[in-house]
């Protein structure tokens, strides 16, 4: 028998509008794979020229996720190791800036002989060595690789072209190309229409590359009729033009290109066999608690980006996932800490099961968040707080019990007299040079007999962290002496990790983010206890 050549590429592009679905597609394709027995791993491709998403605005990008290597991701990283359950590294994004920043430093130290430097092959070459390197660093057995952004975009260009070089260069035979493109419907006919994707499709061709298969999303049911027309026009096989219609769940993504056959249309096109039956119990139950809950919960999450729900994508989920497995259907009542300042929300914050306040940065709204958990403290509403929202915790906690109305973090107030979040005294001065962030995995010891460690029954967790600030040690035993619990800190003992409440029944924080490592089948332990909580509240 012949020997089968891995990896397998598979190359995602999007057509006609973005936020289709392009990353959650990729996403669950990755699961249909892996389901079937391959070792996959995903790579996005990001057209702008920021180096990375770290020092975006989350209003226009949405969150910043965070890998175990510290790397600061786009979001869709998130949706893909949700999916796919993989612990991606930092090959795993790319931008066009970092791309730049390495050709143009090559450059600058002459690594180019004086030669010139252009997009073709300069460029495109990079593009293909760091497309190449996320295959050889992860040894899978299928490479899944998604450029962001549509065909046509100008940004996109030079990625679209080393796509097509590295076809000609690993072999036709071993390059899949999925297009993901968008049906709009006139509401006068009610008619879906074809043609934005047929230009599409189109504009793709004129780039050299001719889509393997289509996947044509929309919000209403797509006939057959209009399969063969886009087959027709694009010069794609029928069967593998996928309709993939709006599911009420994301999750139900995989499942809905299962019923189409996608998993095998890819395998059989490499010519490869499954080897094993796909297991999508886990996903079902999820989905079935979803459409069919026990319990509806409300949890009031206060942040100060939350016109744009992409800004808290995991903490959205990782709150699904915990919910969903207690058969919960959660509903997040999205709070404006700005707003809590001048008395808008409270009628939120009151009607709330649970109160959540996740990370951020900077002084806007935070007197709003601290108000929520006093009232969450107070009320013995269960209470989470993540990274910004476990400092605002101590905060709170030094000002009310502590008596210290001063106390805050030297984040929003430099000279405050209660400095009780601080730098670390070794990091002040990496700070004056630009400033760092603890970023990435970090190991966690628990304290026995504490809630933290009843959720994980472990003694030593890994977590991610993305801060700056730290709980100030000076003040440690003054909290710990009035009732604050530190159940997890770093394995020397000097970073506070986790704090809680005794006298709660559910109030804990923790400075990294536990939302990175939740998994719809495997939620979180932390985000578990936590919903428990509010379901033992309401029940
Ligand atoms: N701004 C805080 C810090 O830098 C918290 C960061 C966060 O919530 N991710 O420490």
Redesign the pocket.
């Known amino acids: 028998m012949k020997e089968v050549i891995y990896p397998k590429y598979i190359f995602f592009t999007g057509g006609v509008i973005s936020s289709v679905g392009k990353g959650l597609t990729a996403a669950a394709i990755g699961r249909e794979l892996k389901e079937r027995g391959f070792s996959v791993v995903i790579q996005k491709l990001d057209p702008y020229l920021n180096v990375d998403p770290g020092t975006m605005s989350p209003y226009q990008h949405g969150e910043v996720f965070v890998l175990d290597d510290g790397a600061e991701t786009d979001l869709d990283l998130g949706h893909y190791e949700r999916f796919i359950d993989n612990r991606l590294t930092k090959e795993s994004n790319m931008t066009s800036g970092q791309v730049y920043a390495e050709v143009i430093g090559k450059e600058r130290k002459g690594e180019y002989l004086g030669g010139t430097i252009q997009v073709i092959p300069q460029i495109t070459d990079e593009i293909k060595r760091r497309i190449l390197l996320v295959a050889e660093s992860s040894h899978a057995e299928f490479v899944l690789v998604e450029v962001g952004g549509t065909v046509g975009d100008i940004e996109s260009l030079p990625f679209l072209e080393s796509l097509r070089q590295l076809r000609r260069d690993i072999g036709q035979n071993n390059v899949f190309f999925i297009h993901a493109t968008w049906l709009p419907h006139i509401g006068a006919t009610g008619e879906l229409k074809t043609k934005p994707t047929q230009h599409s499709v189109g504009e793709l061709r004129s780039r050299g590359i001719t889509p393997n298969m289509i996947i044509a999303r929309s919000d209403y049911p797509i006939e057959d009729a209009l399969r063969e027309k886009i087959s027709l026009f694009c010069d794609v096989d029928c069967d593998y033009v996928i309709p993939v219609i709006t599911a009420q769940s994301l999750y139900e993504v995989p499942l809905l290109l299962e019923a189409h056959g996608v998993g095998e249309k890819i395998l059989d096109f490499f010519k490869l066999k499954r080897r094993r039956k796909p297991d999508w119990t886990d996903w079902e139950k999820i989905i079935d608690a979803e459409k069919n809950p026990t319990h509806h919960i409300k949890i009031a999450l206060v942040g100060k980006y939350v016109e744009l729900h992409d800004a808290y994508m995991s903490v959205k989920e990782a709150l699904k996932h915990a919910s969903l497995n207690q058969k919960a259907k959660v509903e997040i009542l999205w709070v404006h800490s700005g707003k809590l300042e001048e008395n808008i929300g409270w009628d939120l914050i009151q009607s709330a099961d649970g109160i959540l306040v996740?990370?951020?940065?900077?002084h806007r709204g935070i007197e709003g968040k601290i108000k929520a958990i006093t009232y969450a403290r107070k009320n013995k509403i269960p209470y989470l707080g993540?990274?910004?929202?476990?400092?605002l915790m101590v905060v709170e906690f030094a000002r009310s019990i502590l008596n210290q109305p001063e106390a805050n973090?030297t984040?929003f107030s430099e000279d405050t007299p209660y400095p009780i979040?601080d730098l670390m005294p070794d990091q002040k001065n990496i700070t004056d040079k630009g400033g760092t962030?603890?970023l990435g995995l970090y190991p966690c010891f628990l304290k026995k007999d504490t809630r933290a460690y009843a959720a994980y029954s472990q003694e030593c967790v890994e977590e991610r962290?993305?801060?700056?600030?730290?709980v100030n040690n000076i003040y440690r035993e003054e909290l710990e002496k009035a009732g604050m619990i530190f159940s997890g800190q770093s394995p020397d003992g000097v970073l506070a990790e986790i704090a809680e409440l005794k006298d709660h029944p559910f109030m804990v924080g923790s400075?990294f983010?536990p939302e990175f490592l939740s998994r719809p089948n495997r939620p979180h332990p932390l985000f578990s206890d936590f919903i428990k909580a509010v379901i033992a509240r309401i029940t």
């Open positions: 996740p990370g951020g940065f900077g993540l990274c910004l929202g476990m400092q973090s984040e979040i962030m603890r962290h993305r801060h700056r600030y730290e400075q983010h």
